[in-house]
């Protein structure tokens, strides 16, 4: 199941490495990459305060990511990842809220582990 989700996350970062560089798309990308930082939290135990309906979006957008038939198949460039984003655009919109969260919840425990890691002098 691991190698499986490896999979499609690669696929996720292979599709935003071609408009990232893009002005219009870094924030679509900025999301993306977010949402794809939750799932992995979400399936790995660490963050778990994300609703059924976030969970379920995700785990859909992913499949479909997965599975090779798509609208717009990807052995055309760029064309064929377009759909993919799409998608990615779109729950990343529909689960705004859950991802917000989960920006404040990846910021305190940032900055607890730099408290944690920094010792006094005396």
């Not at 794809?36 to 939290?41: C, D, I, M």
Request: charged share 25%.
């Amino acid at each position: 199941m691991n190698n499986f989700f490896a999979k499609v996350v690669n696929q996720c970062k292979r599709s935003m490495s071609m408009i990232v560089h893009i002005p219009t798309f870094r924030e679509i990308c900025n999301d993306i990459g977010t949402s794809l930082e939750l799932f992995s939290a979400w399936r790995r135990n660490r963050y778990r305060t994300i609703s059924k309906p976030t969970a379920v979006t995700l785990v859909l957008a992913l499949l479909y990511l997965a599975i090779p038939f798509d609208i717009l198949p990807d052995i055309f460039p760029l064309l064929g990842f377009i759909d993919d984003i799409a998608v990615l655009k779109i729950v990343a919109d529909a689960i705004r809220f859950d991802l917000n969260k989960f920006r404040i919840w990846q910021r305190f425990i940032e900055e607890s582990a730099k408290k944690n890691s920094s010792s006094p002098n005396e």
